[in-house]
């Protein structure tokens, strides 16, 4: 069973800071592009940030500047420092990878984590 595990949501004020960690685990032969996306109340899903399969980033405008990401191959997780946060970083921030899971397919499927609230309130 492969899964995505996330940790490290919660309450910051703002100007504060909140690392967000994902691990992937089960039966995994690689990892492709691994990042994060968030969803706030009755929006669309968006790219936080991420790594490429080629190991280059892309980042939200939004949050230039304010977030680092961060992997670990050798473990299979993803990190995402944030800080100066502000109250229009509250969503629930989901982990995304494509995983290969076999190695009869040269493909990679996506898969997500369960999501992890963020709230940036005073």
């Known amino acids: 069973q492969v899964q995505l595990v996330e940790s490290g949501g919660g309450l910051a004020e703002p100007g504060g800071s909140l690392r967000l960690s994902c691990a992937a685990s089960?039966?995994?032969?690689?990892?492709?592009?691994m990042g994060w996306y968030r969803q706030a109340p009755g929006k669309q899903r968006e790219l936080v940030a991420r790594f490429l399969t080629d190991g280059r980033t892309n980042y939200a405008d939004s949050v230039k500047g304010r977030v680092t990401i961060s992997r670990d191959n050798a473990k299979n997780t993803v990190s995402l420092q944030m800080d100066s946060l502000k109250p229009e970083d509250t969503a629930v921030y989901y982990c995304?990878?494509?995983?290969?899971?076999?190695?009869?397919?040269?493909?990679?499927?996506?898969?997500w984590g369960q999501g992890t609230q963020v709230t940036v309130s005073s």
């Open positions: 995304n990878a494509f995983l290969r899971t076999s190695t009869r397919t040269t493909g990679y499927e996506a898969y």
């Open positions: 089960g039966s995994i032969v690689s990892i492709g592009a």
